[in-house]
């Protein structure tokens, strides 16, 4: 069936430096994309959403880059800080009502 | 303002027995979601709910789930029979339209011995 992956189950960088963090998707259909942050033994947080009709979204420290070409989606973080560390999922609205369907992950470790 | 509070944080339970999982949404949202989250994996769909009907309920696995909203806000998942492969953490979100972001609950982690 089709569903959201992500390239690198793991990812870690030093603090201060970006981060880049890759998703891929399957279903052309889908309209909304969101990117998520989830600290242990937490639920996820919501970071930033995209929809189709754009390709690049900012927020603060964040921008998320969505490419329908190549069905790519990617989240970047400018100045990354231990407090970044964590899970980071993308997941996919295919217009199937509330429905998000989510990737695997990627860990984030911020080296000090 | 609060966010989605998840009651109880923990629950351990034996094998066959039934669970009731709660959830409280965020004032006024309209649109409540399950998900089951497995060790390592992401979050994965059970059912929302739009107002107190279950628009969607394609993410149960089995009729040994079932979920309820009774009055449009709070939400009960209730697992019947449980079964080890059941442990999980279950997560409620909520949002203000079907459209609009969901934000998660802390989640319930569930072990069935």
């Known amino acids: 069936g089709e569903s959201v992956g992500l390239h690198l189950p793991t990812l870690s960088v030093q603090e201060g430096d970006n981060s880049i963090i890759n998703c891929a998707y399957s279903n052309s259909a889908s309209d909304y994309f969101i990117w998520y942050k989830q600290e242990s033994g937490k639920g996820p947080q919501f970071i930033i959403d995209?929809?189709?009709?754009?390709d690049k979204r900012q927020g603060q420290r964040v921008t998320v880059l969505l490419n329908k070409t190549v069905k790519h989606l990617s989240l970047q973080i400018a100045a990354t800080q231990p407090g970044d560390s964590a899970v980071y999922f993308c997941a996919e609205n295919n217009n199937q009502g509330g429905k998000l369907i989510f990737g695997q992950g990627t860990e984030l470790s911020v080296k000090p | 303002g609060a966010g989605v509070s998840q009651t109880p944080s923990n629950k351990v339970t034996e094998k066959g027995k039934y669970v009731e999982l709660r959830c409280d949404p965020i004032s006024g949202h309209t649109a409540l979601y399950w998900y089951r989250q497995s060790l390592g994996q992401g979050p994965e769909f059970l059912i929302y709910f739009q107002g107190t009907g279950a628009a969607d309920d394609s993410g149960l696995p089995n009729d040994r789930f079932f979920a309820v909203r009774p009055e449009g806000s709070v939400s009960t998942l209730k697992i019947q029979r449980t079964e080890r492969g059941d442990s999980a953490v279950y997560l409620c979100?909520?949002?203000?339209?079907?459209?609009?972001?969901?934000?998660f609950g802390p989640g319930t982690r569930l072990t069935v011995l």
């Open positions: 995209i929809r189709s009709n754009m």
């Open positions: 979100a909520s949002s203000l339209t079907s459209t609009s972001d969901q934000f």
